[in-house]
């Protein structure tokens, strides 16, 4: 079964520092995400938002502060334990492909937990995976073995997703069903905390986007009302995404930034540009 609504896990980086052989990566981070929140991190190359992430699965521990999943202080738990209640896709997905055919390798996560099958076949169907289940994960192109890792992660059904630049190279169709798992995770009560430059995926999933700019938030703001504004992304070196710039262009109605919002208020609009 998916995870009820409510199953995700609230999550805390308190004035989090984090330093590489003394390169500051972050520099005083405090980001409180409530359960359930879809949260998009962006900002340039070498910003802190990989760091920022793997303090998560206590992959990295932070120098000072804390950070915590839940009522869990991530520094207490050893990394399988906080698998159990994180599912993280790493930027470099071939990290983390290891079995012999796709179907299991995403099925060992699972397995680990004493999970059944059927969120292995959900999150296989939902990834457009199932015809090539039996592949080795590495004759699958980077791109698709991205979308495995994925899977991996979906069918252990954790209450708080990470992923680290999902959609990178994916073509329209993965990027489509990445956008609709992901947003039935959201309904169904997940806490999803996802890295992107894609602003367009971003703008389709995120309800809060947060800005890192040389480890520290430069912009936190609720998605619809930052992607919409494209004076207050210029500074931040971003631009609107397509849906949200057409429907500022028109003037549209609630000011959409998803295609489908997009095209509802265009339906609903009069054109009268032409003069005729
Ligand atoms: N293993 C490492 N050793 C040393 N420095 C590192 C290491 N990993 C990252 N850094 C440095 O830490 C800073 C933050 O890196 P990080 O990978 O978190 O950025 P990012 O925002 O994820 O960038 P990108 O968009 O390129 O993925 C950068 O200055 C980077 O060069
Ligand atoms: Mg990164």
């Known amino acids: 079964m998916s995870a009820a609504p409510g199953r995700g896990h609230a999550v805390r980086w308190e004035a989090v520092r984090f330093a590489y052989d003394g390169v500051e990566a972050l520099r005083g981070v405090s980001l409180d995400v409530p359960a359930g929140t879809t949260l998009a991190i962006l900002g340039p190359n070498g910003a802190g938002k990989t760091t920022l992430t793997r303090l998560l699965i206590g992959l990295l521990r932070p120098r000072a502060g804390r ?14 334990e906080l698998a159990a209640r994180v599912g993280y896709v790493f930027q470099h997905a071939d990290q983390q492909l290891f079995e012999r055919t796709v179907r299991r390798d995403v099925a060992f996560g699972p397995q680990r937990l004493g999970l059944g099958d059927g969120g292995v076949e959900r999150a296989l169907g939902e990834l457009g995976l199932l015809g090539g289940a ?8 980077a791109p698709a073995r991205k979308l495995v890792a994925l899977a991996g992660v979906l069918a252990m059904e954790p209450g708080v997703l990470v992923l680290d630049e999902p959609t990178a190279g994916l073509d329209r169709a993965g990027r489509d069903r990445v956008i609709a798992a992901l947003r039935r995770r959201s309904v169904d009560g997940v806490t999803v905390v996802v890295v992107s430059h894609d602003l367009a995926f971003v703008a389709e999933v995120a309800e809060r986007i947060v800005v890192l700019r040389e480890g520290v938030v430069v912009a936190d703001a609720p998605a619809g009302r930052l992607l919409g504004d494209a004076a207050a992304l210029a500074p931040l070196g971003l631009e609107p995404p397509p849906a949200a710039a057409v429907g500022a262009a028109l003037g549209l109605p609630g000011a959409p930034i998803r295609v489908e919002d997009c095209a509802a208020a265009l339906g609903g609009v009069r054109w009268r540009g032409t003069g005729a």
């Open 67 to 80: 950070v915590s999943v839940g009522d869990w202080d991530v520094a207490a738990k050893r990394p399988d």
């Open 134 to 141: 039996e592949s080795h994960p590495y004759d699958l192109p």
